[in-house]
């Protein structure tokens, strides 16, 4: 129901203007995004707009300013999300590179991660494998398993130490 409403708001009064969109595509493209990334933002923008209008809230004054706004910080969030990915992979490609392990040491390490694994509740360890041996990012695996951004970020940060906690306990890494 709410998506066909949504659906014919937008159809029929598109929530932002021609103008409204080409100044959230410039407050997205100046706070970096890369141009591929454009027009899910403007979506993302359209979306909020839409959600707010569908909890019954009232729209905003300034719709151009309010947009802004959203798409400003979608940016940020865009680069927090970016800068999170490169320290993951700089994480795992210093794993890697530890001495260059033989076979025999990788494998420890792999039974020992897999024992780690087995030891966490199921939660914690749905969302670590989604996260980094599915690489679903964080929105995807909430959208996946029906839950908030938040617990997803919260399990993760959990399983994480509670992982790390186990492998420096039985001396592997």
Known sequence: MLR????RVQEDDDPLDAAQERRVRAVLALGGVPQADLPDG??????????RAAKGDEAPRDVSAWAAVVASNLAMDWHRAKRRQERVGERLASLRQLEHPSGE???????????????????HRQVLVLRFFADLPVRGIAEELGIPEGTVKSRLHSAVRALRDRLHEDEVV
């Open 42 to 51: 403007v979506q993302q923008v359209r979306l909020r707009l839409l959600e």
């Open 4 to 7: 066909r409403k949504a659906r």
């Open 105 to 123: 040491d990788t494998s420890v390490l792999s039974l020992a991660v897999a024992q780690g694994l087995d030891e966490l509740p199921d939660q």
